[in-house]
């Protein structure tokens, strides 16, 4: 049963039942995700928009220390913290 909970008036949890998302609306949320998620990475410079086309700024893009190339691992003790 999908829904969500919910505090009172008075801080109590009340579970709220919700009617489960049509096809067509979870279609319309993952589109609107991915929409902000290019606007975000492009932004961030991860992404470059050229002639209509969006792709990758740089094959081993890194953001913030983070790198975002696919094939990148982190070995154990190599966290950097």
């Known amino acids: 049963m999908p829904?969500?909970?919910?505090?009172?008036?008075d801080r109590s949890p009340a579970f709220i039942e919700a009617v489960s998302p049509t096809h067509d609306e979870l279609h319309e949320l993952v589109q609107?995700?991915?929409?902000?998620?290019?606007?975000?990475?492009?932004?961030?410079?991860?992404?470059?928009?050229?002639?209509?086309?969006?792709?990758?700024?740089?094959p081993d893009a890194?953001?913030?220390g983070f790198s975002l190339h696919p094939a990148a691992r982190v070995g154990e003790g190599d966290r950097g913290c």
Do not use: F
């Not at 902000?36 to 002639?51: A, C, F, N, P, S």
């Open 3 to 9: 829904g969500l909970y919910r505090r009172g008036a």
């Open 62 to 64: 890194n953001i913030d």
């Open 32 to 58: 609107y995700v991915i929409k902000r998620l290019v606007k975000l990475l492009t932004h961030q410079g991860v992404l470059v928009e050229d002639i209509g086309q969006t792709c990758r700024a740089e």
